[in-house]
């Protein structure tokens, strides 16, 4: 059985962070508005979910922050940047809901400023650590790539880049700085897995990846094994292999070019950074020779120095913004080809480490439905951030329960793996399943609960889904389905 989704994907983007501590170490996920953290070890670990206090738009990393309350009774929130006695000036961290992360210096006069309320030196410290990461993530994420270790191999005939991890083996036909970097996007996103649903089980064969970079390489090699799928990726579950296709040989042969650039940029920010103390030491010498003061040459030094660290800066600003449009240009190339994969890596992760089907009977519904939640998430400065509605499927469910005739539960509860393969009604199911596990995931929080085990083991072929289901809400079907129409429909 190939498990492929066919439907098109919508990426909601963004960003959430807690603990610095731990945010250095693991993937961060914001699930629509609630923290959703996890402290992960080879092979266990947990989760659990707490309510901020602030909205997606003003919330400070870690749900702490420096505050400043304003005459007028407003309040702004963020770190203190620096103060005076005429001006107060605030690095707010804007998150507004689907939209990526961006900070936002405001100054406000002192006058109209009723309060400053100051963070501990410690935990302004992790606020300010984690400001100075999302300001320099791209380099953090190419400094992570260059730690990836990739092998050359041979299989069948074809070359790939291997990359040994502890939960997963990728292959790839791309050029080893885009290998590295989809090893490192690939490496969150598993991680954000591991927090959201606890490991609890391990794989009888590795989990095996592969990630070939033309479509035209992707049908020939599902080919190979006597496949034939439509959707660009697919999770094969008796091989243990999830395939991704892309158009990363296209973006390969774009960034080759914008590479030279950046090499050329890195190395004149080099060359700069070594001249500064030589030409320093030039100056001071002549200025010496010709008879300047001691005062004069401090002076002219002073000068000089602010000069060159000017060029050094501007040289260093620009290899920063040649950094994040190369990050750009990788994400608009392979948006499609990552929602894909971690639609398909997510079923993979599910069956590998935590609800194998050799013990675990997932329905299909919650299969599909989580993977579509997750399918949209937008990888930001280290964190997964899912916290807005997945727009299509949200517009598709919402059409649907307007009809006359909207998809019942109970057909919903029984569907089988054919009901999500391609054809008329594939996305009408797949937007239900999304309706219904974003529901019981954020509002009913599902993930944390302790009845969501009994619910997905397997059990005899003739217990009722219907049944097991009003088991695992704790309310009668139609009570249920009442409930959860509504909350969609006032779904924006």
Partial sequence: MVSGR?????????LNERDMDRFFGHTAVLLAGWWMLGSVAAGQGHSALEQPGLGPAQRAPGGTAERVELRDGHSYEGLIDSEGDNWVHLILVQRPSGR????????????????????????????????DQFRNRARIEAGRMEAVRLEAVTEGGDRYLRYHGRWFTLDSTADQ??????VVRVDQVFTAYRQILAPRSEPPRPLRLVVLSSMEEYHAYL???????????????????????????????????????HDQLRGELQQLEKDLSARLEKIGRQLQQEGAQKSEIAKLLTRERRSFEKQIQEKSNELSRCDRENTQAFQTVTAQMFARLHHEAFHAFLQNYVYPDRSYDVPRWLNEGLAVVLEGGLLEADMLRVDAPNRESLRRLQADLGTATPL??????????????????????YAYSWGLAYYLTFQ?????????????????EDSPPAERFQKLVGMPLAEFEKEWWEYVRQLR
């Avoid at 700085?177 to 989809?182: A, D, V």
């Avoid at 993930?447 to 005899?460: D, E, H, K, N």
């Fill in 177 to 182: 700085p885009t290998s590295r970097r989809i």
């Fill in 408 to 429: 019942p539960l109970t057909t919903l509860l029984a569907a089988g793996p054919q009901a999500f393969a391609l054809g008329p009604d594939a996305d009408r199911y």
């Fill in 444 to 460: 009913r929080r599902l993930l944390s609960s302790p009845a969501l085990v009994p619910y997905v083991q397997r059990l005899p």
């Fill in 223 to 261: 080919g190979r094994l006597g496949l034939k799928v439509q959707s660009p990726a697919c999770f094969i579950p008796d091989r243990n292999l999830v395939v991704a296709g892309s158009e990363l040989a296209r973006y390969a042969a774009e960034m080759a070019k914008v590479s030279q650039q």
């Fill in 100 to 131: 990526p992360t961006y900070l936002l210096i405001r100054t406000f006069d002192r006058a109209s400023v009723a309060a400053v309320v100051h963070l501990q030196p410690d935990e302004r410290a992790k606020l300010r650590q984690w400001i």
């Fill in 6 to 14: 066919g439907s098109q994907a919508v990426s909601v983007g963004g």
